[in-house]
């Protein structure tokens, strides 16, 4: 599949949701692709990637954004909290605030820098044991503590198991987000981004299909 048949089918999901055109953003999920792929969608168009790892997008994207400038970068996978400063330096958005004390790293951060990436928290709705995330149940008091912080928490997001219906997932994330007041929510992938869309999705994170197979 290529970047134009992904938005197309991006587009048909948002109008059968009864959704304006363009309410969705579409997250190119560039982790370990070849950076000959990465540069083949930027030349199409794209400007919003996702990378899982602070090193690899510290190695790949200072050339590429000096070369396209309005390059957007979305930071989804865990990030740990002595990665902190190079990730709040690197990225836009981190989708993947999930503890406490992250969160108050990112805020002295904050308060150094005059500026924070806006952020989501991600929720394990599956509660898988190997998974990063924050259970459902402790969600809303994260949720409060992170804006005690005062931080820019715009989501939330989510990866639910590969074994289960990920509409019922994105049902759940989308309730939690729903009573806290927050605006965003950050899910669905290659296979499932349709309903994803159809349950509220503000963020779409899209690899495989747009890039194709993974190297790693």
Not at 122 to 127: E, L, M, S
Request: charged share 25%.
């Amino acid at each position: 599949m290529t970047l134009s048949a992904i938005t197309d089918r991006l587009r048909a999901a948002e109008t059968a949701a009864g959704r304006a055109p363009g309410s969705v953003t579409l997250i190119a999920v560039s982790k370990v692709q070849p950076e000959d792929r990465v540069r083949a969608v930027l030349a199409q168009g794209q400007r919003i990637f996702g990378e899982n790892r602070v090193q690899e997008a510290q190695g790949r994207w200072p050339a590429f954004q000096q070369e396209f400038q309005d390059v957007e970068l979305h930071l989804i996978g865990p990030l740990q909290t002595n990665k902190a400063r190079a990730a709040v330096e690197m990225f836009d958005v981190i989708h993947t605030v999930d503890r406490l004390k992250l969160a108050q790293t990112l805020a002295r951060l904050a308060d150094e820098r005059g500026t924070c990436p806006d952020l989501f928290l991600q929720v394990n709705t599956g509660a898988e044991p190997q998974k990063a995330g924050v259970l459902p149940e402790d969600a809303d008091r994260l949720i409060a503590e992170v804006r005690a912080l005062s931080l820019p928490l715009i989501g939330l997001m989510c990866i639910p198991p590969v074994d289960q219906d990920s509409a019922q997932h994105f049902k759940h994330l989308a309730e939690i987000a729903g009573r806290n007041d927050l605006p965003g929510l950050s899910m669905g992938m290659s296979d499932d981004f349709e309903a994803a869309v159809a349950l509220g999705a503000t963020h779409i994170r899209v690899g495989s299909a747009i890039f194709g197979t993974r190297s790693d």
